[in-house]
């Protein structure tokens, strides 16, 4: 219940008309130390519902310490892209929409004039990308030293975009701050830790452990392909069955989104694609495509999706499966939102079996093979050797280890003789 927070009655009013009943499990864990002021460091993909989890304690924050003057924004949301910016914006005016907090969103890909109202008012949150916003500092229009709270969303797909040395830009501006919290999809790479190491002050660690039920929402099996024409045919095959609905297809590679879009046009199967350098107008007129159900299938990149956010996702299709687990979660992410269930199909190559077994350790579960009949492959499943980690020893360990060897070479030699 989210009574069990200590929430002010205006929020609380709000989460209820959006129907939400009950926390997850991200809110949860993140929603009670962050109104305590603590740094977090959590792992949580979207659709688990990591915005609440950030956006409940910034406000109830806002409604404890009611500004006192006009002036520069007192919380900043980073994010790597325009569409998640704007979808976090919303969420935002939706969770405080009751009271007197106002949010604004600062993105690349729009005309400077219309960030004006936003840099010349009073703003309490703002959720930008790193660029624009970097500019605006540089440029002496937006100060960053009057933010209380930073909030470093999708943190992971931020460094991923090569916006590292922008967002230390900010994070060093935004020196004054006395919170922060990182949110990563998941807290596998280096460089996330590194990152987080520098920007946290004592953080909790909080990784998101969603239910069985929350868990189950997403069905994930493969299809062994012999080579690319094969799992061409296994994507428009799928493509055709029924009840596969609204469809993100992912490709590793931009010709080969470009290669698919034709593909499937040949097969009377019309798409749209997104790929990573598209001007921001097309783009638009792409996901809009999408999102009215004008067409049912977009292709897309992991760089050109990331950040999309649309409901209703019944399937995710890894044409190329990627080459990390972290990338995989991403994807799938993207169907079984909001208790919907989703579908998650991979086309699975030999050179690939390396990945899939990355994928099933990390999530302790094997992912289903499946065979269309008509399109069953003719190569065997690729074995993989399971390489065991290699396990760093310290000093004194490395020591034992060597004598226990020693004593056994002893007792060896003793039995011998
Ligand atoms: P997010 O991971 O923040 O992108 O949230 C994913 C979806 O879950 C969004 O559509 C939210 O509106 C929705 N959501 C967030 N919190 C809850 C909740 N406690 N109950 C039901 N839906 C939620």
């Known amino acids: 219940m989210f009574e069990q927070f200590d929430l002010d009655s205006e929020l609380l009013a709000s989460i209820k008309e959006l129907g939400y009943k009950k926390p997850t499990s991200i809110q949860t864990l993140v929603i009670p130390p962050a109104m305590a002021g603590k740094d977090i460091l959590a792992s949580a993909p979207t659709g688990t519902g990591k915005t609440a989890a950030f956006l409940l304690p910034i406000a109830q924050h806002l409604l404890d310490y009611p500004r006192t003057q006009p002036g520069f924004p007192r919380v900043l949301i980073l994010t790597p892209t325009r569409e998640l910016a704007i979808q976090i914006g919303g969420d935002s005016d939706n969770l405080t929409k009751l009271t007197k907090i106002k949010t604004g969103v600062i993105t690349g890909g729009v005309n400077y004039g219309s960030h004006a109202d936003i ?59 006395k919170q922060t919290m990182l949110f990563s999809a998941t807290l596998e790479g280096a460089g996330v830790i590194r990152f987080a190491k520098e920007v946290l002050n004592e953080p909790e660690f909080l ?44 490709a590793n590679k931009r010709e ?138 310290t000093t004194a360990q490395k020591k034992a280890k060597a004598k226990k060897q020693a004593k056994k070479k002893v007792k060896q030699t003793k039995m011998k003789s």
């Open 256 to 393: 080969t989104v470009q290669y698919l879009s034709g593909k499937l046009y040949a097969e009377e199967l019309p798409c749209v694609w997104l790929e990573g350098k598209m001007p921001q107008d097309k783009r638009n007129k792409a996901i809009e495509r999408f999102k009215s159900g004008e067409v049912k299938v977009l292709v897309a990149t992991d760089v050109a999706a990331r950040g999309l956010d649309i409901d209703n996702i019944t399937h995710v299709i890894n044409f190329d499966l990627p080459r990390k687990v972290d990338i995989y979660v991403h994807r799938i992410g993207r169907t079984g939102r909001a208790g919907a269930k989703g579908t998650a199909i991979s086309l699975v190559e030999a050179h690939d079996m390396s990945v899939v077994g990355k994928i099933e350790r990390y999530q302790s579960e094997r992912l289903q093979r499946r065979v269309i009949e008509t399109l069953r492959p003719k190569n065997k499943e690729a074995r993989v050797a399971n390489k065991k980690a290699k396990i760093k020893l």
């Open 119 to 177: 840099l010349n008012s009073t703003t309490d949150i703002l959720v930008a990308t790193p660029g624009r916003l970097l500019e605006y500092i540089e440029n002496e229009q937006f100060d960053a030293r009057e933010i209380e709270i930073l909030v470093l969303d999708e943190a992971d797909r931020m460094l991923d975009l090569g916006f590292s040395e922008a967002i230390n830009r900010i994070v060093g501006e935004a020196r004054w701050r």
């Open 207 to 250: 990784e998101s452990n969603p239910s069985r039920k929350e868990k189950a929402k997403i069905h994930q099996w493969l299809h062994l392909a012999d080579s690319a024409p094969h799992k061409l045919n296994l994507l428009v095959n799928t493509l055709k069955q029924q009840g596969v609905e609204r469809t993100v297809v992912f």
